[in-house]
């Protein structure tokens, strides 16, 4: 089905999330919608969906103008769409899941899940999915249920399907499978709008690239455009990827992580025995897809986590086993990797905010009263050190966009001495001017001789920082390489590959200079697309 | 969706709903609120009275009729209501000190729901809080003898105590099980309620040679000085203490902090080192020395006896007082006022017109719902029409088809 | 420095509460109940008046009955600690089995005790499904709308509503049917307030549901006295509705009067636990349902109308409410009284919750609490060592610890109480 959009403009208020957007997906393409996060993508497929109404603007298939008032419309009209947050029922069984909305039934109403499980299977064959029609969908791991979310859209006879950045959740294998079904699914006469901001994922499948920026189609082009010009393209100016930062002058070891483990409630080990040091002056950034223990290792240094083994320990001091504020005080910085979650209480005033984590020390505070007039003070100074944009220090944090609230965070965290600083995606969802100023900072506190531990999904910016770098991997350490080790290597171990073969596999393949797909086939040829 | 619509930065959780439509909202519409559950309260009086009744017999042969001893209905129970709360010509304002009487309670259990709110918790149990509160008062009232002044003191913090015991246990079960305060809370009021029942039928609280359950009298020394010729006592300088008390601590205390930082996000709370269950226990074994209070006014200011019906309907009128004052302290105060007013007026309303005393729960609850909802005060009156367009984007066709 | 070892999973062991409770319950069927229970024996009689046929009285001796109750529940608190031990919990029918005996024991214990050493068991059974009636219904009212992801505080104020509305048409009206159906739709409109507050409105549910039980009992408070009280004859005089027996099966001991000799509101009890359960579990719209209270967000992507799901399920929640509370005025008592419902959709919330959000568990909840109530109404007549508020307090101190976690862990629909406003 050929899919256009045109000049479609979804407003927020005075805000347009999208701006007469032009776009035309071939029936049987895989077309990219390629951007940042925050440039609009979600919202115009939302639009696209039905979930949204579109301010101006049309949509036709097949030529046709449609109007979708809902999600039912548009799934009527042959638009399936994977969310990036799964749209399922977790309780449910898988056969629920599909059968929801669209139930066959039996004379009363009575539910007839026989025929949804029949369909199931049959999907389920004809792509290798492996699904169970009577597994509970929460017991399920993300991969498959990802791909009960794909089987929905099938079911309902899709021949749009919209999948929402879908390979942020996945392990490199997975992403390379989902790749592979997406490939089936065009040969197959369906047409797929896949949104993502990483590039090679992109370059790997689509047939075109339209990359969005601030709620508007920059361009579109072919997919063997170059990484740089993709990238460039979606940030908006040429990309520096040079932060111009003077070598570190590691001290004394500082922080030491020993067999750190953690196990969730459901029995999953998800950081497993793992053990790096730390020194003052340094930056150690922590790689890793999504979802490979970077939570719960930062977690449970903070002690929000708690650990089933191992040790963490801060200039000789245990922490495990402290409670959170004794942590702090014994001088970490910390911020999380989810700033309106963690970082801030966003009905708190700015000023509030700047002082949520040294409320109750002087001077803001001393027993159980507290010093307004010193928050007020340090309010003031920092709103100026760190350029946070608002009209009034009263205003509450939800107010300010995501860049200044995360400078917010920063600032309170950096505000006092600290004997260790850590941030989790530090700069994720912030504009690329603050990018740069936060980065300057995190460089600034660890010249002052702190050791500092990032923590990132973003290659650009683990390469940009770090001076040396560990790779996790199924919450194990993956290896702990120089700060400039190779894009390649580090994308091989971040799909598992042994540090040492990441090396030799590099070496091979740019001596070589050919593309990695093209390699012959080794134990770890499933996971080359990411690596690539 | 990797992103959210910037017009809305803070998504929050839905939680803080809660707490921002207790803790804000426009003083129009509360006034328009209020307005509009007397009209309805009023209709409500005149439909059901026996002269409006009479008259409508013969509605089309003489409506004036009809309309005047409706009017009059609904306006006469108003003014006796008034009367009995304010001012009357007779007692000048003597009458008010007996609104101040019986807000003192309501005031004192009010803040105990409100202090939990903030906290980002439910109290519905400040019934059985002060049911608790006043036993351990009265118990220490009449069954101690003591020094004048510190019997008073000891009472006082006794009351204060049990409330806290009471609340605190619910605090402890929600921080360590994650069981859910609002079904705690009511089950303690029930099993509070009995156990009062109990108490007031064993030796040790039954009034010797009384065959009701009432306890004995509290010593002298055990009751808060009151003004001579009404039943004003000195509980209410204690509620107004309270009220200053729970200002400050609010704005100017790290516990005031840490409640305010729970109760919005518990997840930033802890990361910022923060003990969510510390937390969540002293919130509600605060909320209940509150209620504690209340219950201390009511043995040892009002009532000076306890029976087991002492906390009366207090612990649910806490409820609307502290959802009416949206949760500040000085917002429970006034509601608290308020609603004492109500209630003390009722008493003359129901002597002088006959009118039944439930016509204030009637009109208390429809001031929390009236006010708890801004958009169907402001349909009521006309008011929004400006934003009809947006709200045309809400999901509301469910209540419409 | 690389960790590369890998360790095996390590096993959370399931909580210790459930070992702890039957241990806590077999010492005390031991110890309390047991070796320093009282000698004599307890009778129970298992027949009504008019019986088909007569069973045996059941005679247990007091305290050897709970000594070998009480090694009983040791072995299974043992078997409980291993099996723990091994990571696996205890199978339901284990704690069902240890809940049954405790139960039988406390019984042994209290009538061995008292001034008067037998009850009739089928007295008791039959009394406490009769005052189990409104609860049930209370329950699944609860239980409809919490599915659909509201979250229902207001069943004490439908029951009242419903109790109120059936006196005064089956009263006027002169005939009980007409009150009965004027009580579901009483406990439909208090209902349609919830609903309409919470869903159109987004008004916190629980606010509401606390703020609505005060209006309905001061509306039926208030007109009670300005309209009842004035003409009794005229507006508080509800014809009954008859009791309904079945012939033979209703002869059949302790079964029969239960089951087989009921009101009409009885049966349509039985049949609204069928219907719930059967729409809920096995239908298109309970999947729906379900789906909503689970995950709106997922619901609404396909196709499904969330609020107007919720809003029809909080409404027909009310009708049965308001049918359960017609209960109290048609067949239990012969007119209004204020509050006449007492706190009992309070305990039908705890029934809700207690039967995990289950129609069926949650009539058994109700059966339990109302076996429990009856229980203490006898055990007073009967003159036991225990104290009948303590028994009276029975049902909210279960629910204490059933959301406590101590009986299971009870996992209410995931988005019960959040409102869904699309962005």
Known sequence: MKLELRGISKAFGSFYANKDIDLTVDDAQIHCLLGENGAGKSTLMNVLYGLYQPTEGQILLDGKPVEFSGPGDAMAAGIGMVHQHFMLVPVFTVAENIALGAETTKAGGVLDLQVTRKKIREISDRYGFDVDPDAIVEDLPVGVQQRVEIIKALVRDARILILDEPTAVLTPQETDELLDIMRQLKANGTSIVFISHKLREVRAVSDVITVIRRGEVIDSVSPQASTTELANLMVGRAVELNLNKAAATPGAAALEVRDLSVVDPAGTTTLDSVSFTIHEGEILAVAGVQGNGQTELTEAILGTQPVTGGSVKLAGEELVGKSVKSILRSGLGFVPEDRSVHGLVTQFSIEENLVLDLYDRPPFGKGISMNLEAIKKNAKEQIEGFDVRTDNPLNPASSLSGGNQQKVVMARELSRDLKLFIASQPTRGVDVGSIEFLHRRIVAERDKGTPVMIVSTELDEVMELADRIAVLYKGRINGIVPGDTSREVLGLMMAGVSQEEAFAQAEYSKADNEPVEAQPASEHDNQEGEAQ | ?401 | MTATTLQPAINVLPSKKTPIILTVIAVITFFSFGLLGNDQAAHFTLNSAGDAFELPELVLPGRITNIVFGVLLLAIAAYSWMQRKQGKALATWMIAVAAILFVLGFLVWVVSGANINSISLASLLAGGVVLAVPLVFGSLSGVLSERAGVVNIAIEGQLLGGAFTAAIVASVTQNAFAGLIAAGLAGAVVSLVLALFSIKYVVNQIIVGVVLNVLVSGITGFLFTTVMQEDPELFNSPVHLPVVEIPLLSAIPVIGPILFKQSVIGYLMYLAVFLVWFGLFKTKWGLRVRAVGEHPKAADTLGIKVNSIRFWNVTLGGIVAGIGGSFFTLVAIDSFTKEISGGRGFIALAAVIFGRWNPIGAFLAALLFGFADNLQVILTIIGTPVPSQFMAMLPYLVTIFAVAGLVGRSRGPAAAGEPYVKE
């Open chain 2, 1 to 401: 969706m990797s992103e959210k619509a910037p017009v809305v930065p803070d998504s929050g959780k839905p939680g803080n709903d809660l707490l921002r439509q207790i803790t804000q909202g426009p003083g129009l519409v509360s006034v328009l609120g209020v307005i509009v559950a007397l009209v309805i309260g009023g209709l409500l009086i005149a439909v059901t009275d026996e002269k409006v009744g009479e008259t409508a017999g013969y509605l089309l042969a003489k409506p004036s009729a009809f309309f005047s001893e409706f009017w009059r209905a609904a306006t006469e129970s108003y003014v006796a209501l008034f009367n009995g709360s304010i001012y009357n010509s007779t007692q000048g304002f003597k009458p008010f000190l007996e609104t101040l009487t019986v807000s003192t309670p309501l005031i004192c259990a009010g803040l105990g729901v409100a202090v939990a709110f903030r906290a980002g918790l439910f109290n519905i149990g400040a019934q059985g809080q002060i049911i608790i509160g006043s036993v351990l008062a009265a118990y220490i009232g009449f069954a101690w003898h003591l020094p004048i002044g510190l019997h008073l003191l000891l009472v006082i913090v006794f009351g204060l105590l049990g409330g806290a015991i009471w609340g605190g246990l619910v605090g402890l079960l929600k921080a360590k099980t994650g069981a859910h305060e609002v079904i705690l809370t009511i089950m303690f009021n029930y099993v509070a309620v009995y156990l009062i029942d109990f108490l007031m039928n064993t030796q040790a609280f039954r009034r010797p040679g009384e065959t009701n359950p009432i306890s004995p009298i509290l010593d002298s020394s055990a009751i808060f000085p009151a003004i001579p010729g009404s039943r004003l006592h000195l509980g209410f300088v204690m509620a107004v203490l309270l009220v200053l008390a729970v200002a400050w601590m609010f704005k100017r205390s790290t516990v005031g902090f840490e409640f305010r930082a729970v109760g919005h996000n518990p997840e930033a709370a802890q990361t910022a080192g923060i003990n969510v269950a510390r937390t969540t226990i002293i919130a509600m074994a605060l909320a209940g020395a509150l209620a504690g209070a209340a219950g201390v006014a009511q043995v040892a200011g009002t009532e000076k006896v306890l029976t087991g019906g002492i906390a009366g309907s207090l612990g649910f009128d806490a409820i609307t007082v502290a959802l009416l004052g949206r949760s500040t302290p000085w917002g429970t105060f006034f509601a608290g006022l308020l609603f004492g007013a109500f209630q003390a007026g009722a008493v003359n309303m129901q002597i002088t017109t006959g009118t039944p005393i439930d016509i204030v729960s009637v009109v208390q609850s429809l001031i929390v719902l009236f006010i708890a909802a801004p958009p169907l005060v402001k349909a009521i009156f006309g008011m929004n029409r400006k934003k009809k367009r947006s709200s045309k984007l809400e999901p509301t066709k469910a209540g419409a088809k």
